[in-house]
T-cell receptor, first 114, second 111 residues
Framework: SQTIHQWPATLVQPVGSPLSLECTVEGTSNPNLYWYRQAAGRGLQLLFYSIGIDQISSEVPQNLSASRPQDRQFILSSKKLLLSDSGFYLCAWDPEGGPTDTQYFGPGTRLTVL | DAKTTQPPSMDCAEGRAANLPCNHS???????VYWYRQIHSQGPQYIIHGLKNNETNEMASLIITEDRKSSTLILPHATLRDTAVYYC????????????FGTGTSLTVIP
């Protein structure tokens, strides 16, 4: 069966510090991978998605970036965090070529920028 | 932009069926109806999806009206662990097409 992992689970960072969040998927090959952010009391916002290694599409211009160095690894980064970067970050995957692209979400990382 | 309308909250007695409605009157022919739920501080959990026909799996049943303008998620025997926010989403099934989670329905299962 497929599983998706995210770490860390929680993170508190000062403004201006760098960020690296990691997501890995097990039990599948060539997944499509996604990064979402959920702000408090709001819906999910798609940040990036990737259909393959080093293939990243950005949905929202901001101070975040994403990378996919390996097939089942997706990393979200920032060089300098802003207060507005606080939120619940979710990684998701769906199987390549799946008929309905149902996305499966990871457990999330709660980021607080102080 | 969420294209669905759901009641903000509902209660259900433990052991009874929970029927969660969703209105999607502007749904287009190639959009699927998906249901997810999110327990506090966890990632959304996929429940079920459908296009036209009613669907059933080990978690729930999805009833879609013939005109596809509304649907109902049915949890046949609600347990306390089903307390969560339930999201109804309509979406064209294309890679990279995001899931727009609105405010959902906060379901509380009462002992």
């Amino acid at each position: 069966s497929q599983t998706i992992h995210q770490w860390p689970a929680t993170l508190v960072q000062p403004v201006g510090s760098p960020l690296s969040l990691e997501c890995t998927v097990e039990g599948t090959s060539n997944p499509n991978l996604y990064w979402y952010r959920q702000a408090a009391g709001r819906g999910l916002q798609l940040l990036f998605y990737s259909i393959g290694i080093d293939q990243i599409s950005s949905e929202v211009p901001q101070n975040l970036s994403a990378s996919r160095p390996q097939d089942r690894q997706f990393i979200l980064s920032s060089k300098k965090l802003l207060l507005s970067d606080s939120g619940f970050y979710l990684c998701a995957w769906d199987p390549e070529g799946g008929p309905t692209d149902t996305q499966y979400f990871g457990p999330g990382t709660r980021l607080t920028v102080l | 932009d969420a294209k669905t309308t759901q009641p903000p909250s509902m209660d259900c007695a433990e052991g009874r069926a929970a029927n969660l409605p969703c209105n999607h009157s502007t749904i287009s022919g190639n959009e699927y109806v998906y249901w997810y739920r999110q327990i506090h501080s966890q990632g959304p959990q996929y429940i079920i999806h459908g296009l036209k026909n009613n669907e059933t799996n080990e978690m729930a049943s999805l009833i879609i009206t013939e005109d596809r303008k509304s649907s109902t998620l049915i949890l046949p025997h609600a347990t306390l662990r089903d307390t969560a926010v339930y999201y109804c989403i309509v979406r064209v099934a294309i890679t990279g097409n995001q899931f727009y989670f609105g405010t959902g329905t906060s379901l509380t299962v009462i002992p």
